[in-house]
T-cell receptor, first 115, second 112 residues
């Protein structure tokens, strides 16, 4: 029973490039959340998605950041024209559709470094 | 807005010492409360949870009790081990399928 998968685990981008982070939720989960962790900080919510829908993007920066969760395939967090301040660990979590809907299971994260 | 405040670290303890990490919360509703643990270089793992007042969550020797009157959810362990060295995050969720609100984390180092 595979957990939440994220890839790549480490990503290095130069300023101005695009970063694409992928997340496959646990089997049977259709709710996906993205969080960002800055060095020595807690996790900050970015966006909550269900299949083909963005439910809550109140934590997403207004520019350069976008997220999707298509009907088929993983959820994608895209950062265009990356800047040094985007360097962080990005975590994806998924939760069940019902029952223990409040439990979120986290992936190992993608550590983005912008040079 | 909803928020979580936990004691700042780092906390350094000797093996077999007692651990308490304080966590208090502010929420408009009746949240579910969680402790997550993050080992070096890894993602977060759910350590324990409590969904209503007076519930006690427990796992791997760790315990936390949901105290509505003091809006607290302190993490405790009677005897820590070197393998408990990690960062511990307190978090809340107001309802199912809503984003978690995290504290800043407390780094614990246990020395032999």
């Amino acid at each position: 029973n595979a957990g939440v998968m994220q890839n790549p685990r480490h990503l290095v981008r130069r300023r101005g490039q695009e970063a694409r982070l992928r997340c496959s939720p646990m089997k049977g989960h259709s709710h996906v959340y993205w969080y960002r962790q800055l060095p020595e900080e807690g996790l900050k919510f970015m966006v909550y998605l269900q299949k083909e829908n963005i439910i809550d993007e109140s934590g997403m920066p207004k520019e350069r950041f976008s997220a999707e969760f298509p009907k088929e395939g993983p959820s994608i967090l895209r950062i265009q024209q990356v800047v040094r301040g985007d360097s962080a660990a990005y975590f994806c979590a998924s939760s069940p559709n019902s029952g223990r809907a409040y439990e979120q299971y986290f992936g190992p994260g993608t550590r983005l470094t912008v040079t | 807005g909803d928020s979580v405040t936990q004691m700042e670290g780092p906390v350094t303890l000797s093996e077999e010492a007692c651990l308490t990490i304080n966590c208090t919360y502010t929420a408009t509703g009746y949240p579910s409360l969680f402790w997550y643990v993050q080992y070096p270089g890894e993602g977060l793992q759910l350590l324990l949870k409590a969904t209503k007042a007076d519930d006690k969550g427990s796992n791997k020797g760790f315990e936390a009790t949901y105290r509505k009157e003091t809006t607290s959810f302190h993490l405790e362990k009677g005897s820590v081990q070197v393998s408990d060295s990690a960062v511990y995050f307190c978090a809340l969720s107001i309802t199912g399928n809503t984003p978690l609100v995290f504290g800043k984390g407390t780094r614990l180092s246990v020395i032999a």
